[in-house]
């Protein structure tokens, strides 16, 4: 069968609202699949899924401690993410700035009695 | 599920022209369809308005650093229609169209955007725009709300496919935030 996108690419495995719920949970620190479940009301099954797609795309880790397995974010591979959405916050940031600019000169141009 | 993206400086010093300690805008997940910027600026919100309406002052800053706004044509009045252009240094063009549903100076406008992917427009997107005034500083909130969830992916796959697109790069901040708990 073949594989589907989803699981083949970092973009694709976070655009599940889902997955992205699970790496925030996962961000300060590693938990077991039972815990993913029950604190993002999923079934143990549905859990084990989102993490099995996530760690096929590299984006958690496992560790495993006798019956148990831990998950935990690998940030190394969300870094294409980042730059790209760096750019989108950079975009807006950059944006904003010259706005800024732009509103001191309408203040002092109000304060000269030449309305905007 | 909302998650905020980027923290806002809690500095309060109030801002003189070209003030080095800039604000930080921010960016917020609301759901599938919803991505919410806010940002606030030491104006009142008549200004913020007049500076987000009319063409002249849109233009000043309402491209990048490496895509200047090259035409900007608006009709302000419900059911008026707007076009914008940007053009980047490579002289690609970046073309938005959309048509106002509220003008309510200086506090709330909403309009549609639709974006110029190849020959043809995306869907609208909605965009809700509110200036809030306190203190003599405006609160502005960007609400760009999708007609689907598969726009919203839809746009973020052809931001991938286009070299990324700043302009429409509709993102997940939250996983910049992660990345950086993770550096």
Redesign the interface.
Known sequence: MARTATTTDVFAAVAEPRRREILELLAPGEQPVNEVARLLHLTQPQASKHLRVLKEVGLVHVREAGQQRFYSVNGRALEPIHAWSSRFEAYWNDRFDRLDDLLEELKSRKEEGDPP | ?S?T??ATTTTTTP?????TN????V?T?VS?TEVR?T?E???PAR??F??ST?PE?MA??????EMKMFACEIDLRPGGAYHWALRSADGSEHHFRGVYKTVQAPTHMVYTEAYLLGDTWTNDAVNDVTMEERDGKTLLTVRLIYASKADR?GH??S??ENG?H??H???????????????
Do not use: K, Q
């Not at chain 2, 801002?15 to 003030?19: D, F, G, R």
């Not at chain 2, 790069?169 to 550096?183: F, K, N, T, V």
């Open positions: 599920m998650t993206a980027t801002t003189i022209a070209n003030p800039r604000r930080r805008a960016i997940i599938d910027i940002r600026f030491d104006a200004l913020v007049a500076a009319r002052h000043r800053w309402y491209g990048c650093s992916d973020l796959g931001g991938m990324m700043e302009t790069a509709r993102l997940d901040g939250l996983l910049a935030e992660l990345a950086r708990a993770e550096a």
